[in-house]
């Protein structure tokens, strides 16, 4: 299998945290020209005035900042140990496909129950991930 098969699920990541990256902004401004914040309510991350629509986003891009970390170090790990294969590829997959589907849980109907699963299963897959990181194995 090609070694850098590994970089295009952490490039659709990267991509997808762009995306949520761009949504913080549009709803910052959305709710400013609405009257519902003002630049102060910012100043030191978000006041109490912050509607949650406003916060979420933020809430998200930081979450996608957290544990993939642990994912793109192990793309790293396993391109440099030449353990690319398909099923590190696909658990990959798995992951940003988790990641995902957390994402638009968190930023549209909110359901903690389901956003938990996604999130528990996300990182089940990173386990899975770590474990052909540290073994090697394709």
Do not use: K
């Given at each position: 299998m090609?070694?850098?098969a590994i970089f295009y699920p952490v490039l659709a990541l990267v991509g997808w945290t762009l995306l949520v990256l761009l949504l913080m902004p549009y709803r910052r401004f959305r709710a400013a020209f609405a009257g519902k914040v003002t630049a102060e309510d910012f100043k030191f991350g978000e006041s109490l005035r912050v509607p949650p629509d406003v916060i979420i986003?933020?809430?998200?891009?930081?979450?996608?900042?957290?544990?993939?970390?642990?994912?793109?170090?192990?793309?790293?790990?396993?391109?440099?140990?030449?353990?690319?294969?398909?099923?590190?590829?696909?658990?990959?997959?798995?992951?940003?496909?988790?990641?995902?589907?957390?994402?638009?849980?968190?930023?549209t109907y909110n359901n903690v129950m389901h956003r938990l699963a996604a999130f528990a299963l996300s990182n089940a897959v990173l386990g899975a991930i770590w474990v052909f990181a540290v073994l090697g194995v394709q």
């Open positions: 090609n070694q850098s986003p933020n809430r998200n891009y930081m979450n996608l900042l957290e544990a993939p970390l642990l994912f793109y170090v192990t793309s790293i790990v396993i391109f440099q140990l030449q353990a690319v294969g398909t099923s590190v590829v696909a658990l990959a997959w798995g992951y940003v496909g988790c990641r995902i589907v957390h994402s638009l849980i968190h930023l």
